[in-house]
Structures are given as structure tokens and as C-alpha cells.
């Protein structure tokens, strides 16, 4: 295989892997008590920049059940096991365009995609012995969504995604593409260090794995969603993720607007702790490192304690990406995105998660801050 043609795999795996997700979660519906706090809804707490940081919303610290043990979970996610998190602040909403603009005005940060890409970074996600590709190969760009005219086996993922010179958070489907009109949308083709940079800038940090999970269930214990076990609330929809009741994954209509895409930020109903599209629209990176079992060793180590504020593993390890060396580095995604769908990917649940080169931005991961 030419060098080529091994990094373009490569960038294809990696969006495989960062859209595929695992199916289904159980739980019970309804408010749950957590340990320590009253049963019903919590109160919805927003800062205004003088009680507590504008369009923040305070996430009460407590103990959960992390993960689940549900029939349709991926082993990922198991088991479920009890943690306890301290109080914190979250951003309301994704980081958005026009907040991120203005990050890129005040700094001149230039992103990861509109970097030549850094060999160093991108060997690691090779299988070892790969040779340097040349320099035209290494161009500035990143990883784009652009479907199928007609159904494909969702086995083939690459025909779906393309690296696409040109694309960044400005113009996020590539060059032809832009934001216009779309400043109250979840930032996207941010890597993982330009989520970094811009939360120091911002005087916040990436939440933990824990601290995520912990604010997407919005205190609902082990429900399947963030809002409850039903899919659909009075026949609507709850969150921005594929319709395949108007076309079949990964089909687009190039007459109808091409790729499925991100909708402004906050379109759908806030959970209980009054932070919206927790699930959907956009992954959302957060700090830990990435392993496919670190559920299951931390249950192991805490027994039926619960742990508190886990900070994650120390590495990488994922043996489930073809291609790709099992202790590549990676960092943990969450949420899902808009293009999860029933048939394929269900990663719209507090419970899902996966693993993402963090130097590798793609058109469906963005991020949300917090603060203590």
C-alpha cells in the first residue's frame, strides 16, 4: 500500500472510530434521587456573572452510578460503578462560533487543521513501520462527513468521510463551505488542543469523563437519555441526531443541502441542570485519556466504594480500531453527534463513550467548558 494511500486509511479509520458507538442503554424513567440530595428535579442554577460565571450552569456535586450494565451497552461502558463528584460549573451550551471567533481575534491562535500536519502526531495512529508520507500529502485539512448517494454497508465507513484540504472551523465541510449565519452553532473541527487553548484563554478547563457524565444525566440515575428512558417526549424529538425516518444513514441529498450538519445551539430542551444538547450535535471533547476498559479497572479497584473525582487513566488503549496501534494516543469524546442514528451509531446517551486522536479535528466534535 502506498504512503498515501496508508494515511488516508488511517484518517478513515480514525473517523470510523470516532463515530461508531455503542447501542442502547437502559434505566429507569423518572427523577431519581441522588446520594444526599431530595428526590424530584434539581434546581436550575444559571450565572449572570455576578452569582456565579455568565452562561454557566452549576452542577451540584453528588454520587451516581457511572457507566451502565444496561442489555445493549457496549462493553466500553461497563460496568455500572459509583462515583462521587464535587460541584462545579459547566458552559450552558457548546462552545459556539461566534465565541470561538472571538477567541481567534483577541489570540491570532491558528487552529490544528490549518497546521501542516505534524508527523510526529500523526506516526503514533499509524501502524509502526509506516513510511513519511510526502509533502504534498501533508496538507492542511481535516475530516469531513460527506455521506452516500445511495445505502452502503455500514461496514465501510471511509466511503462517508473524507480528509478534505481546506476544511477548519471556518469552513467546516472544506473550502467551499462557511459558517455565515451560523455563529450560534457548536464550534467543530477543533482538536483537542485547540479545545485546550481556548479554555486557558477562557480561564476554564475541559471537564473529566466523570464531571461529563455526571451533568449530562442532569440527575436522572441510569436513564437512558438525558432527558428520561423515552426517545421522543410527546412525539418530538430531544436532541439533534440522524433521522432515518427521511433517509437511511450515511445517504445525504446533494438537492436538499448535502450533509447532515450541526443546528444552533440550545434548539432542544435543557436538562435538569439546565444545559442543553448534553447529547447530539456535537461530540464533546473531555480531559481523560482514552481506554476501552478503564470502567471496568476502576470498579475492579474501588469495590463497591464510590470513587471520587477520577481523573482517568494515566494512557491509551483501544484494541477495537483496525489499523490502528492500541496504545495510539487518544482522548475521550462524548455526547454523540449529528450523525447518530438507531442503525448505527446510539451515542446520544450519558453512558456512550469513545476514544479520538486528539490532534485530529473532525466536522462533528466540539466542546463545552467548566469551572470550578
Given at each position: 500500500m502506498s504512503t498515501i494511500k496508508t494515511l488516508q486509511g488511517r484518517r478513515r479509520?480514525?473517523?470510523?472510530?470516532?463515530?461508531?458507538?455503542?447501542c442502547g442503554a437502559g434505566g429507569a424513567w423518572g427523577w431519581r434521587a441522588l446520594a444526599g440530595a431530595?428526590?424530584?428535579?434539581?434546581?436550575?442554577?444559571?450565572?449572570?456573572?455576578?452569582?456565579?460565571?455568565?452562561?454557566?450552569?452549576?452542577?451540584?456535586?453528588?454520587?451516581?452510578?457511572?457507566?451502565?450494565?444496561?442489555?445493549?451497552?457496549?462493553?466500553?461502558?461497563?460496568?455500572?460503578?459509583?462515583?462521587?463528584?464535587?460541584?462545579?460549573?459547566?458552559?450552558?451550551?457548546?462552545?459556539?462560533?461566534?465565541?470561538?471567533?472571538?477567541?481567534?481575534?483577541?489570540?491570532?491562535?491558528v487552529t490544528t487543521a490549518e497546521r501542516?500536519?505534524?508527523?510526529?502526531?500523526?506516526?503514533?495512529?499509524?501502524?509502526?513501520?509506516?513510511p513519511r508520507p510526502p509533502a504534498e500529502v501533508l496538507v492542511p485539512g481535516a475530516m469531513v462527513f460527506v455521506g452516500t448517494p445511495d445505502p452502503v454497508s455500514l461496514r465501510d465507513y471511509w466511503r462517508w468521510w473524507r480528509y478534505v484540504p481546506g476544511a477548519d472551523w471556518r469552513h467546516p465541510g472544506g473550502p467551499q463551505t462557511s459558517i455565515e449565519g451560523k455563529g450560534g452553532h457548536p464550534v467543530v473541527?477543533?482538536?483537542?488542543?485547540?479545545?485546550?487553548?481556548?479554555?486557558?484563554?477562557?480561564?476554564?478547563?475541559?471537564?473529566?469523563?466523570?464531571?461529563?457524565?455526571?451533568?449530562a444525566r442532569g440527575g436522572l440515575e441510569q436513564a437512558t437519555y438525558a432527558w428520561g428512558d423515552q426517545l421522543l417526549v410527546d412525539g418530538q424529538r430531544q436532541a439533534n441526531y440522524w433521522d432515518n425516518s427521511q433517509r437511511p444513514f450515511p445517504v445525504v441529498n446533494p438537492r436538499a443541502g448535502g450533509a447532515a450538519g450541526t443546528v444552533a445551539a440550545g434548539s432542544f430542551p435543557a436538562n435538569g441542570y439546565g444545559l442543553y444538547d448534553m447529547t447530539g450535535n456535537a461530540w464533546q471533547w473531555v480531559a481523560d485519556w482514552y481506554r476501552s476498559d478503564y470502567f471496568a479497572r476502576q470498579a475492579k479497584a474501588a469495590g463497591k466504594r464510590p470513587i471520587?473525582?477520577?481523573?482517568?487513566?494515566?494512557?491509551?488503549?483501544?484494541?477495537d480500531e483496525p489499523g490502528v496501534p492500541a496504545n495510539a494516543p487518544k482522548r475521550v469524546i462524548r455526547g454523540g453527534s449529528f450523525l447518530c442514528d438507531e442503525s448505527y451509531c446510539l451515542s446520544y446517551?450519558?453512558?456512550a463513550r469513545r476514544g479520538s486522536d486528539p490532534y485530529s479535528p473532525m466536522s462533528h466534535i466540539g466542546?463545552?467548558?467548566?469551572?470550578a
Amino acid at each position: 500500500m502506498s504512503t498515501i494511500k496508508t494515511l488516508q486509511g488511517r484518517r478513515r479509520l480514525l473517523a470510523g472510530g470516532a463515530v461508531l458507538a455503542a447501542c442502547g442503554a437502559g434505566g429507569a424513567w423518572g427523577w431519581r434521587a441522588l446520594a444526599g440530595a431530595h428526590a424530584g428535579p434539581p434546581r436550575v442554577r444559571i450565572g449572570d456573572g455576578t452569582n456565579g460565571p455568565k452562561g454557566m450552569a452549576w452542577v451540584p456535586g453528588g454520587t451516581f452510578l457511572m457507566g451502565s450494565d444496561a442489555r445493549m451497552a457496549a462493553d466500553n461502558e461497563r460496568p455500572a460503578h459509583p462515583v462521587r463528584v464535587q460541584g462545579f460549573w459547566m458552559d450552558v451550551t457548546h462552545v459556539t462560533n461566534d465565541q470561538f471567533a472571538t477567541f481567534v481575534r483577541e489570540t491570532g491562535y491558528v487552529t490544528t487543521a490549518e497546521r501542516t500536519p505534524d508527523w510526529d502526531t500523526v506516526r503514533v495512529q499509524l501502524l509502526p513501520g509506516t513510511p513519511r508520507p510526502p509533502a504534498e500529502v501533508l496538507v492542511p485539512g481535516a475530516m469531513v462527513f460527506v455521506g452516500t448517494p445511495d445505502p452502503v454497508s455500514l461496514r465501510d465507513y471511509w466511503r462517508w468521510w473524507r480528509y478534505v484540504p481546506g476544511a477548519d472551523w471556518r469552513h467546516p465541510g472544506g473550502p467551499q463551505t462557511s459558517i455565515e449565519g451560523k455563529g450560534g452553532h457548536p464550534v467543530v473541527q477543533v482538536s483537542y488542543v485547540d479545545a485546550l487553548a481556548y479554555a486557558e484563554w477562557a480561564g476554564k478547563r475541559l471537564p473529566t469523563e466523570a464531571e461529563w457524565e455526571f451533568a449530562a444525566r442532569g440527575g436522572l440515575e441510569q436513564a437512558t437519555y438525558a432527558w428520561g428512558d423515552q426517545l421522543l417526549v410527546d412525539g418530538q424529538r430531544q436532541a439533534n441526531y440522524w433521522d432515518n425516518s427521511q433517509r437511511p444513514f450515511p445517504v445525504v441529498n446533494p438537492r436538499a443541502g448535502g450533509a447532515a450538519g450541526t443546528v444552533a445551539a440550545g434548539s432542544f430542551p435543557a436538562n435538569g441542570y439546565g444545559l442543553y444538547d448534553m447529547t447530539g450535535n456535537a461530540w464533546q471533547w473531555v480531559a481523560d485519556w482514552y481506554r476501552s476498559d478503564y470502567f471496568a479497572r476502576q470498579a475492579k479497584a474501588a469495590g463497591k466504594r464510590p470513587i471520587d473525582d477520577p481523573q482517568g487513566p494515566d494512557d491509551s488503549y483501544d484494541p477495537d480500531e483496525p489499523g490502528v496501534p492500541a496504545n495510539a494516543p487518544k482522548r475521550v469524546i462524548r455526547g454523540g453527534s449529528f450523525l447518530c442514528d438507531e442503525s448505527y451509531c446510539l451515542s446520544y446517551r450519558p453512558s456512550a463513550r469513545r476514544g479520538s486522536d486528539p490532534y485530529s479535528p473532525m466536522s462533528h466534535i466540539g466542546f463545552r467548558l467548566v469551572q470550578a
